[in-house]
T-cell receptor, first 115, second 111 residues
Framework: AQSVTQLGSHVSVSEGALVLLRCNYS??????LFWYVQYPNQGLQLLLK??????LVKGINGFEAEFKKSETSFHLTKPSAHMSDAAEYFC?????????????FGKGTKLSVKP | DADVTQTPRNRITKTGKRIMLECSQT?????MYWYRQDPGLGLRLIYY???????NKGEISDGYSVSRQAQAKFSLSLESAIPNQTALYFC??????????FGDGTRLSIL
């Protein structure tokens, strides 16, 4: 079965500092991987996706993620945090076979940005 | 206009009541999903539908039912609500392995 583990339920950084949110996945087939962001009182918005093309994926708002098969990781980074990045971030892997397209989510990481 | 619209946005009700949450999409996607979000647990899949005649249970379907009235409409029902169904509910629409599009959620409180 596929699964996603997000290390750290809360991450706090200073404005201008590097953002690193960790995601490890388990999948017996080449995965489709996604990062979503949830701002307060809103739904989930897609940040970026990996679909077996380039291993370094660029998303919106300056975020990017690198797919590392050997480490089964898909960590999300941003070089310089802004106050507006404070939100909850979810990593997800897409199912396969009869569940193709279904998303299995990690438990989320809440990012706080200090002035 | 939002691609995926959920109604109501907020609902407070009592134990034992029947509740319906509605979802509609303008994306023309075949697939629709209902998730539940609880603090610290992420999103968990309740039901999903690959087309109008194809309804499938997700990870946590007990206590819930769904209806796919049309390609664009997918409703979630709680036949007899209980307090541990208090949560944030999301509807999503998608196509194959393409990213799903989410509604803004329904915050449901059961007293």
């Amino acid at each position: 079965a596929q699964s996603v583990t997000q290390l750290g339920s809360h991450v706090s950084v200073s404005e201008g500092a590097l953002v690193l949110l960790r995601c490890n996945y388990s999948s017996s087939v080449p995965p489709y991987l996604f990062w979503y962001v949830q701002y307060p009182n809103q739904g989930l918005q897609l940040l970026l996706k990996y679909t077996s093309a380039a291993t370094l994926v660029k998303g919106i708002n300056g975020f990017e993620a690198e797919f590392k098969k050997s480490e089964t990781s898909f960590h999300l980074t941003k070089p310089s945090a802004h106050m507006s990045d404070a939100a909850e971030y979810f990593c997800a892997v897409s199912g396969y076979g009869g569940s193709q397209g279904n998303l299995i989510f990690g438990k989320g990481t809440k990012l706080s940005v200090k002035p | 206009d939002a691609d995926v619209t959920q109604t109501p946005r907020n609902r407070i009700t009592k134990t034992g009541k029947r509740i319906m949450l509605e979802c509609s999409q303008t994306k023309g996607h075949d697939r629709m999903y209902w998730y539940r979000q609880d603090p610290g647990l992420g999103l968990r899949l309740i039901y999903y539908s690959f087309d109008v005649k194809d309804i499938n249970k997700g990870e946590i379907s007990d206590g819930y039912s769904v209806s796919r009235q049309a390609q664009a409409k997918f409703s979630l029902s709680l036949e007899s609500a209980i307090p541990n169904q208090t949560a944030l509910y999301f509807c999503a629409a998608g196509q194959g392995n393409q990213p799903q599009h989410f509604g803004d959620g329904t915050r449901l409180s059961i007293l």
